[in-house]
């Protein structure tokens, strides 16, 4: 049982260049989430899939993309990086037992765009 | 959405008890607060949950009060390794369209 793994680790882009971030979770959760973290700071709600199917914009939407592939994925897509996106990438799924949300959350993806 | 305002840092010996606040004034009916706990280079790691009252589990003790405006994290005997930043979260729970926002966290430095 893994929990949510994220890939790549790490990443280094151009100006310019996309790439995609994936996120898989093996919880069954219906939930998923991706917030991005500056150094320093606290993390910022990017996109969110409360279930399959649908996805929401969070707090920091600007210059992302997300797919929700199916119950268990959830990508993050950048169309044309850009510095200020340089950051640590952070997905998360969600049960709610006895009680309200609870966040699993990957190992994360550092990004940096040159 | 219920924002949260937390200290930004805070500092303590090795083997005294911590308490942190968190306010959240326009916490909503049905939200739960939660607190998590993150580590360098790490995603954040939930500690504990609760609706109101207090809630105790093996690692900390959460403390509601009545108007649930606010809520105290307290971490009994802390050591050097609960160094780390501690979020509060209170959660929009409406039917489909979840969103929890994270607020800026408290920095605690456990001393030796």
């Known amino acids: 049982n893994a929990g949510v793994t994220q890939t790549p680790k790490f990443q280094v882009l151009k100006t310019g260049q996309s790439m995609t971030l994936q996120c898989a979770q093996d919880?069954?959760?219906?939930?998923m989430y991706w917030y991005r973290q500056d150094p320093g700071m606290g993390l910022r709600l990017i996109y969110y899939s409360a279930s399959e199917g649908t996805t929401d914009k969070g707090e920091v939407p600007n210059g992302y993309n997300v797919s929700r592939l199916n119950k268990r994925e959830f990508s993050l897509r950048l169309e044309s990086a850009a510095p200020s996106q340089t950051s640590v990438y952070f997905c998360?799924?969600?049960?709610?037992?006895?009680?309200?949300?609870?966040?699993?959350f990957g190992s994360g993806t550092q990004l940096s765009v040159l | 959405l219920a924002k949260t305002t937390q200290p930004i840092s805070m500092d303590s010996y090795e083997g005294q008890e911590v308490n942190i606040t968190c306010s959240h004034n326009?916490?909503?009916?049905?939200?739960?607060i939660t607190w998590y706990q993150q580590f360098p280079s790490q995603g954040p790691r939930f500690i504990i949950q609760g609706y109101k009252t207090k809630v105790t589990n093996e690692v900390a003790s959460l403390f509601i009060p009545a108007d649930r405006k606010s809520s105290t994290l307290s971490l009994p005997r802390v050591s050097l390794s609960d160094t780390a930043v501690y979020y509060c979260l209170v959660g929009a729970d409406r039917s489909g369209a979840n969103n929890l926002f994270f607020g800026t966290g408290t920095r605690l430095t456990v001393i030796p």
């Open positions: 326009n916490i909503a009916t049905n939200d739960y």
């Open positions: 998360a799924s969600t049960v709610r037992d006895r009680g309200g949300e609870k966040l699993f």
């Open positions: 919880m069954n959760h219906n939930s």
